[in-house]
């Protein structure tokens, strides 16, 4: 067949195929150009085209519709939780303001709080007063506010308690420790805390609230700032600075604390408090332990606190309150435990004393104090007693050394006279005698010896002649120090087999004669002072079993030879002073042995005149032979020495007494 386009060519094509074909198919038509090329037939086409699959349009919609739908379904189920979270929130603010109104008028109506108080933002009183409307609109503790008129008194607790914890608590320690503000009865804010006794017994006491009486109204609160580990410290610490840094953080007890009528004990010791002192306070008649102590109280203490008559316990120790100690105090009759020590009042003790004869416990150390200790005869029940560092003058009674229950007795650092009472028959009881710093005279007198119970006896920086008495039954000290005074010459007291010693000083006391040998049986001594005195002869080679002592004052006598080579097993020195003296040898050994000295001083100094007479690398100062003054001024030791071995603690109970010294009392006044 011969066909023409429409531009005049011609092409000619032919059907292949057998003749029972059909004629009308073209899928096998073959073209044939006038080149006689064949061009592929219409299948042959068809089957090198590939194929795409294509979803019919109806599946395709449906797809699209159904995934719109979720979405649709998704966004409205998400629009109707946030709606009902938006309304339940909306019902809780609304319940909470609710609430809030209502509790605010209730404590207005009873005179809680004052109105400016509680609109206050971020005021205690305010925190408060939301926290008991949130827990009500959570419908924690319902029992209790829905009988509001019934629970009056407890809702009035729990809110007072509330305040405390905000205007005290502001690292937020009490909650994990006595778990304050959980939705429980606050009788149960609560920690137990496990201590052992002087007697090794392990006890325990509850901290927090805790203590209420039958009809649930609180009765005992011991609070505390505490810490659990190193790492809380330091984020408290830090949150310290930055609270500092921005804003004068004032802690003061709240007014609200009037509230908690019930109480009979409230120890507030350590909460770094500060303001004068908590006027709420002097309305709970029912109090019998108060104890404010190592807080940052000032100001005078009020008159109206003697009109808590049934107090037998009151603690003010380390504070800032200055002023006359109120007369009043001593219409406090059942006081058992008075300590005012660390402040800076004044007054009269004679006056605050006068009818607080069930005194078990005194101590109003580090005052400017006056009066004598005159009162001490009719106090049959003292058993401590501390007056250190006042004013007081005046002879010491004889009750002092014979009193029947006294354990301790301080009354270093004052002005008393006169001459130191004789004991009279044995005393069993008395354990440490401390008067340093007086003016007391006389000789010691050899009774002293029936004090066998003696731990400690200090009659330093006094005005006592005469001689050291023989001291031979008081095997039980631990402290003994008679520097300073004005004894005639006489040999070292015989102490041989005083093996408890730990501390033992006779500085100045013209002590003459050798150092005995028996020196070295006084295997607990830790320091030795024999400074300004007269001996003379070698230093023993004994000394070389006093294997803890730390401090060896020898100095400024007249002891000659070569240092003991048993020097060197003494490998707790820190402190040595040996110069003033005509000693010889080389202290390499020794200085080889301990790494470095807070003191060492030596006649290692060459002159002119005179060659060093001891070789010392390791000493911190050398002295130049027969210069008796070198060491002074290097040398200046405030012994104070109650402080070094009694531990004062501010809590009401008193139960540390230090490392150095054994427990004298249990947990409870």
């Excluded at 940052?296 to 006359?324: C, H, M, R, W, Y």
């Excluded at 003379?536 to 070569?562: E, W």
């Excluded at 060492?600 to 050398?622: A, G, L, N, V, Y």
Aim: negative net charge.
């Amino acid at each position: 067949m011969m066909s023409e386009d429409p531009k005049g060519t011609v092409h000619s094509f032919e059907i292949e195929g057998g003749a029972n074909e059909d004629a009308g198919s073209m899928d096998n038509v073959r073209i044939n150009d006038d080149a006689g090329n064949t061009l592929p037939s219409v299948e042959e086409a068809r089957q090198t085209i590939p194929h795409k699959r294509v979803a019919p349009p109806a599946k395709k919609n449906r797809v699209f519709c159904f995934a719109f739908m979720g979405l649709i379904i998704v966004a409205l189920v998400v629009a109707i939780v946030v709606l009902a979270l938006d309304l339940k929130d909306a019902n809780n603010r609304a319940a909470i303001q609710s609430h809030k109104e209502t509790l605010m008028s209730f404590l207005l109506e009873k005179e809680i709080s004052t109105g400016a108080s509680l609109r206050l933002p971020y005021s205690p009183q305010s925190q408060a007063l939301s926290y008991l409307a949130e827990e009500q609109a959570s419908n924690g503790m319902s029992y209790l506010y829905d009988e509001m008129a019934l629970n009056e008194q407890k809702i009035i607790e729990r809110y007072a308690l509330a305040v405390l914890f905000f205007a005290l608590n502001d690292n937020g320690d009490w909650n994990p420790d006595y778990s304050f503000l959980t939705p429980k009865d606050y009788c149960s804010w609560k920690k137990r805390v496990y201590t052992i006794n002087n007697r090794g017994q392990v006890v325990y006491r509850d901290t927090g609230v805790s203590l209420c009486n039958g009809e649930g109204h609180v009765t005992e609160l011991i609070l505390g700032r505490t810490t659990s580990d190193c790492l809380e410290s330091l984020l408290v610490f830090f949150l310290l600075l930055y609270l500092l840094a921005h804003a004068s953080i004032v802690r003061e007890v709240p007014y609200e604390i009037r509230h908690l009528t019930q109480l009979q004990s409230l120890q507030l010791t350590a909460n770094d408090i500060s303001g004068d002192f908590p006027s709420g306070i002097l309305n709970l008649p029912n109090l019998k332990i108060l104890a404010l102590g190592n807080n940052k109280f000032k100001g005078t203490i009020p008159i109206g606190l003697g009109d808590l008559t049934q107090l037998s316990a009151l603690v003010l120790s380390n504070n800032s309150f200055e002023g006359n100690v109120p007369t009043s105090l001593a219409q406090l009759s059942a006081l058992t435990n008075l300590q005012l020590f660390g402040n800076s009042l004044s007054g009269n003790l004679n006056q605050l004393l006068t009818n607080l004869d069930y005194l078990k416990y005194l101590d109003v150390q580090g005052n400017s104090l006056t009066g004598s200790l005159d009162w001490l005869n009719r106090m049959n029940l003292l058993e401590h007693l501390d007056v250190s560092d006042n004013q007081i003058t005046g002879q010491i009674p004889g009750s002092l050394v014979n009193h029947p229950t006294l354990i301790l007795a301080d009354i270093h650092g004052n002005s008393l006279t006169g001459t130191l009472p004789v004991p009279t028959g044995t005393n069993a009881v008395l354990q440490l005698l401390i008067m340093n710093g007086n003016k007391v005279g006389g000789t010691v007198p050899g009774e002293i010896a029936s004090l066998f119970k003696l731990a400690v006896l200090d009659i330093s920086f006094n005005e006592f002649t005469g001689q050291l008495p023989d001291m031979n039954l008081l095997r039980q000290l631990q402290f003994l120090v008679t520097s300073e005074n004005s004894f005639s010459p006489q040999p070292m007291p015989d102490l041989h087999g005083f093996t408890e010693l730990k501390y033992l000083t006779m500085k100045g006391n013209k002590i003459s004669g050798t150092i005995p040998d028996w020196i070295g049986g006084l295997t607990a001594l830790t320091w030795l002072d024999l400074d300004a005195n007269l001996l003379t002869g070698t230093i023993p080679s004994q000394i070389g079993k006093i294997s803890k002592l730390d401090t060896l004052l020898l100095n400024r006598n007249d002891l000659n030879g070569t240092l003991p080579a048993e020097m060197a097993g003494l490998l707790e020195l820190k402190n040595v002073l040996i110069d003033g003296n005509d000693l010889t040898g080389d202290t390499t050994v020794l200085c080889d042995k301990i790494e470095k000295f807070e003191y060492f001083i030596s006649d290692c100094k060459s002159t002119d005149e005179e060659p060093e007479q001891i070789s010392c690398r390791c000493c911190t100062k050398c002295c130049a032979t027969g210069d008796v003054g070198c060491s002074d001024f290097e040398w200046s030791v405030e012994l104070g020495l109650s402080g070094k071995y009694l531990t004062r603690d501010s809590d009401f109970n008193m139960t540390d007494a230090g490392a150095d010294f054994s427990k004298l009392y249990d947990d409870n006044p």
